[in-house]
């Protein structure tokens, strides 16, 4: 399966970047082409929680989120928790319908005054921000030694980035 790697491109966007390596299915958008298919099917699925497009992100992510555990020895794994409120969380179908047999590392997502979404956030400061001071590590005596942390949908790359730094910080 073809993924995106992306970690050089973090390198020179963060000044530290705490994620090993960066790997990703889709572009969020092409230039002069707007948002690209898998985008799409997320956005559409989340927004209407039309069970048939769900799972045709689940149809599209699965093989490669399995064939990226295997080749890179991965032994736990995390999903980015929602910022929106929704009846059907997509994240946790996700969780649910991918069915990763490994140790799963619990994060939650807090906000202290109002919910901020990390979409709505235009200035990168702003969004590594949000991302350290909305989520938290649940399981404090959590040991791994490679965690793949998943997102739905990634723009700025600040939530897994600051994700990632809480983790290490931790252990």
């Known amino acids: 399966y073809w993924l995106i790697k992306w970690i050089d491109k973090m390198k020179s966007t963060f000044y530290k970047t ?5 790997y990703y299915l889709d572009f969020y958008s092409i230039e002069k082409y707007w948002k690209t298919y898998l ?7 989340k927004q209407t929680w039309d ?3 769900a799972e045709r992100v689940i149809d599209e992510i699965k093989a490669p989120i399995y064939n ?3 080749i890179k020895n991965i032994d736990s794994f995390a999903f980015i928790p929602p910022s929106i409120d929704r009846k059907i969380q997509l994240m946790d179908e996700l969780k649910e319908w991918l069915w990763i ?3 799963e590392l619990k994060l939650i997502k807090l906000f202290r005054d109002k ?6 956030l235009n200035k990168k400061i702003d969004r590594i921000e949000n991302a350290r001071d909305t989520i938290f590590i649940l ?5 791994s030694d490679t965690i793949l942390l998943i997102d739905d949908a990634v723009w700025s790359w600040a939530t897994l980035n ?4 809480k983790i290490k910080e931790r252990w």
Do not use: C, G
């Not at 705490?18 to 960066?22: A, E, F, P, Q, S």
């Not at 985008?39 to 699925?45: I, S, T």
């Open 51 to 53: 069970t048939e497009l």
């Open 162 to 165: 600051e994700t990632a730094k």
């Open 139 to 143: 399981d404090k005596k959590f040991k």
């Open 39 to 45: 985008w799409n099917l997320m956005f559409y699925a």
């Open 101 to 103: 047999d490994l140790k």
């Open 18 to 22: 705490y994620l090993d390596k960066v």
């Open 68 to 70: 990226l555990i295997r």
């Open 115 to 120: 919910v901020v979404a990390q979409k709505s």
